[in-house]
């Protein structure tokens, strides 16, 4: 494939729509329809970008037994989904600073570990280049209710068992279902 240019269609408060015009290998000119974080992207390398505009947790319980997942309502949706805790970093934190404020905000639980950072992830490739910071940890203290009006989260402690469970019977985010599949095998 070959990039031709990128054409803001629409500004939103938290997302920008954009086209993308490339031409395949049997050179037809097509149109991609993507949406971002960044405001004003007008090159190739912009869209790659190489800086994370969110944080995901993957959160233990100290004794590493139980782990973290929310419950929350989603728009995009118009349903409860399960997912890991995550959230926007705020201009000027680092992943780990966005790691644990998200974490407080929609738990009320204090990050008290931090035993990984992955690199670069998109969180939905398919039509986004919104790049995420994969953050595991601990945590601990007590399960409080999001103290963000605008979210509505219910989170939870889950063993493999119950995990094992709720693959069956819940909707997830993609990254979280194969996540926990694979640790409620372990």
């Given at each position: 494939m070959k990039y031709k240019g990128i054409k803001k269609i629409n500004q939103g408060k938290y997302i920008t729509r954009y086209d993308v015009d490339y031409e395949t290998e049997d050179g037809q000119s097509k149109v991609y329809e993507i949406i971002s974080r960044k405001k004003d992207i007008s090159s190739l390398e912009e869209l790659n970008g190489n800086k994370a505009d969110a944080v995901v947790l993957?959160?233990?319980?100290?004794?590493?037994?139980?782990?973290?997942?929310?419950?929350?309502?989603?728009?995009?949706?118009?349903?409860?989904?399960?997912n890991f805790p995550a959230g926007l970093i705020d201009e000027g934190e680092d992943a780990k600073t966005a790691a644990a404020r998200e974490l407080r905000e929609e738990t009320g639980l204090i990050l008290k570990e931090i035993d990984d950072v992955m690199g670069l992830s998109y969180s939905a490739v398919g039509f986004s280049n919104e790049m995420?910071?994969?953050?595991?940890?601990?945590?601990?203290?007590?399960?409080?209710?999001?103290?963000?009006?605008?979210?509505?989260?219910?989170?939870?402690?889950?063993?493999?068992?119950?995990?094992?469970?709720?693959?069956?019977?819940?909707?997830?985010?993609?990254?979280?279902?194969?996540?926990?599949?694979?640790?409620?095998?372990?």
């Open positions: 993957i959160m233990t319980n100290m004794e590493g037994n139980k782990i973290l997942v929310n419950r929350e309502f989603r728009m995009a949706s118009g349903m409860w989904v399960m995420n910071l994969v953050v595991v940890g601990k945590c601990d203290g007590t399960i409080e209710k999001s103290d963000s009006a605008f979210e509505e989260i219910e989170a939870s402690w889950y063993t493999k068992e119950e995990i094992r469970k709720l693959l069956k019977t819940e909707r997830f985010a993609a990254r979280t279902q194969a996540y926990l599949y694979l640790w409620s095998k372990e």
